[in-house]
C-alpha cells in the first residue's frame, strides 16, 4: 500500500463515526459509476414491496440486538 494512501486512512480511521460512515459512503459510490437501471429499478420495487409486507402487518421486524445476537450464536469462526 503507497504511504499516502495509508497516512489518508489512518487519519480516516481517528475520525468519528458518522465521519466515517460519510466518508466510506462517497468512496463506495465513487466505483459504481455505471447503475444498471433495471437492477435499480428491481430494488425500488423490492423495498416497496418489504414496506407495504412491514406496514400491513405480514411480516415482523427483529430489533438489531436480535439479529445480531442469532448472528453470533450461529456463526462458525474458523481459523
Known amino acids: 500500500m503507497e ?4 497516512k ?6 481517528q475520525t468519528k ?4 460512515a460519510f466518508i466510506a459512503e462517497r468512496l463506495i459510490s465513487s466505483l ?3 447503475a444498471d437501471l433495471n ?3 428491481a430494488w425500488q420495487n423490492e423495498i416497496s414491496n418489504r414496506i407495504k ?3 400491513n402487518g405480514i411480516v415482523d421486524c427483529l430489533p438489531w440486538e436480535v439479529v445480531r445476537e442469532r448472528l453470533r450464536r450461529n456463526s462458525v469462526v474458523t481459523g
Open 17 to 20: 463515526p458518522k465521519d466515517r
Open 3 to 6: 504511504k499516502a494512501v495509508e
Open 8 to 13: 489518508i486512512l489512518t487519519q480516516a480511521l
Open 39 to 41: 437492477v435499480e429499478i
Open 32 to 34: 459504481d459509476t455505471e
Open 53 to 55: 409486507e412491514v406496514d
